[in-house]
């Protein structure tokens, strides 16, 4: 199994920027798909980008595609979040989550951090 720690959350005032990271424990980090989800209040978990194991491609949900952007750095066993343009709705708590796969990392991760908060603020 692989723990996953979040990190780099705060406040941030609309069109503010923020880059979150995500440390996984371990050697085999480069044998998982990477992915961000994130919950706000009252909503459901919503997916927001996915990178494959070699980072060789990303996807993104269409609310944060062309301000979000997901990278990892393999050495380092951890994987980002660097969100620009930030809006009022980007409000939430922001999960790091790990799977085999890219279909299974994008749907039903086994592997979860325990999140990290992202306030912008009008």
């Known amino acids: 199994q692989v723990q996953l720690v979040e990190s780099g959350g705060g406040l941030v005032q609309a069109g503010g920027s923020l880059r979150l990271s995500c440390a996984a424990s371990g050697r085999t980090f480069s044998s998982y798909a990477m992915g961000w989800f994130r919950q706000a209040p009252g909503k459901e978990r919503e997916f927001v980008a996915a990178?494959?194991?070699?980072?060789?491609?990303?996807v993104y949900s269409d609310s944060v595609k062309g301000r979000f952007t997901i990278s990892r750095d393999n050495a380092k066993s951890t994987v980002y979040l660097q969100m620009n343009s930030l809006k009022p709705e980007d409000t939430a708590l922001y999960y790091c989550a790990a799977a085999l796969t890219t279909p299974i990392v994008m749907s039903t991760p086994p592997y979860w951090g325990r999140g990290t908060q992202v306030t912008v603020s009008s």
């Open positions: 990178i494959r194991r070699s980072g060789s491609s990303t």
